[in-house]
């Protein structure tokens, strides 16, 4: 969840920003790394700028799925838009695994039929430029992941997190090139690299799948709804709780026992009560209580 509890119309700015802010960052690295693959020659060089172009192309889904997935809930999707955030994070890995799969193709070609890297101290220097501008897009992120608990930007980070090992990667593999004359050293660099790719592209996939599932919230969450639910004093016990997410928001329903003597008034209010304790402390949830009269036998779930 969220590190703190923060409005809806904020988190949707800062999901926005973010979303904008990746396609700009990853345009301006095709065009630089474009210009030192032309200038270099560089299988490395050109994995990351293959990186770089499905990043941008996942940014751009990214984008346009966030802004669906921030829509208000309509007569068709009551539940709102927010399964567009997983389904725009496996688009993404299904983006990145092929850009995986080229670079192993074009590596596999170079160490074959080896090449010599031209002009590689202007490769050096269109590296740690990305690195940089790379650097402070995920910081960003990563701070609007904190805040909004996005999947969407969640994935997004986790691959331009990937792409600073990449740019490191190709780093190492012109400074073998140039110093040690290791031509050798480009395309097993290359292979390297589309296996982080690869691995960041099966993380992002499981993570979307989970939220596809409706995968239960964390223990930790779940723990500190109990906590809240049985915080109340009319409260007697508190179970079949059931949770999950999409974008945004996140779903919670559960039951409460209570005195079977009250009145319905009575336990319609202890409810409300409990309810808004539970969207103090969990503000984008829906939250759905039933309320049962303590002793009554019925069939329970046990997980």
């Known amino acids: 969840m969220t590190a703190g509890p923060i409005t809806s119309d904020h988190a949707k700015r800062l999901m926005r920003r973010a979303t904008t802010a990746a396609v700009c960052v990853a345009l301006l690295l095709i065009a630089v790394k474009l210009a030192a693959w032309l200038v270099t020659d560089s299988v490395s060089l050109l994995s990351s700028l293959a990186d770089s172009a499905m990043d941008a192309l996942a940014s751009l889904v990214n984008l346009l799925a966030v802004r669906h997935a921030l829509q208000p809930a309509d007569s068709e999707h009551r539940f709102g838009h927010g399964k567009a955030e997983p389904l725009a994070g496996l688009g993404q890995a299904a983006l990145i695994s092929a850009s995986g799969i080229y670079l192993i193709v074009e590596a596999v070609e170079r160490l074959i039929t080896p090449r010599a890297i031209e002009q590689g101290a202007f490769g050096l220097g269109v590296m740690a430029f990305s690195i940089a501008v ?6 960003y992120q990563r701070s609007v992941v904190r805040r909004t608990d996005s999947l969407a930007i969640r994935a997004d980070s986790v691959h331009y997190a990937t792409d600073i090992l990449v740019n490191a ?17 480009d395309p097993i660099v290359a292979l390297i690299i589309a296996g982080f790719i690869i691995y960041s592209a099966f993380r992002i996939a499981r993570e979307s799948l989970n939220h596809l599932m409706d995968r ?42 209570m005195d079977g003597g009250l009145t ?30 303590e002793g009554v036998e019925e069939p329970r779930q046990e997980f």
């Open 169 to 185: 990667g190709v780093i190492v593999s012109l400074l073998l090139v140039m110093f040690l004359e290791w031509n050798a050293a």
């Open 216 to 257: 239960e919230l964390p223990d930790a969450d779940r723990d500190r709804i109990k906590q809240i639910a049985l915080g109340h004093p009319a409260v007697i016990d508190c179970h079949d709780l059931k949770t999950r997410a999409a974008g945004l928001n996140s779903f919670i329903q559960f039951h409460i026992s």
């Open 134 to 139: 790379t650097s402070a897009l995920v910081a």
């Open 264 to 293: 319905l008034d009575d336990a319609h209010v202890i409810s409300d009560a409990v309810e808004l304790d539970i969207l103090a402390a969990f503000p984008n949830a829906e939250v759905i209580i039933y309320a049962d009269p």
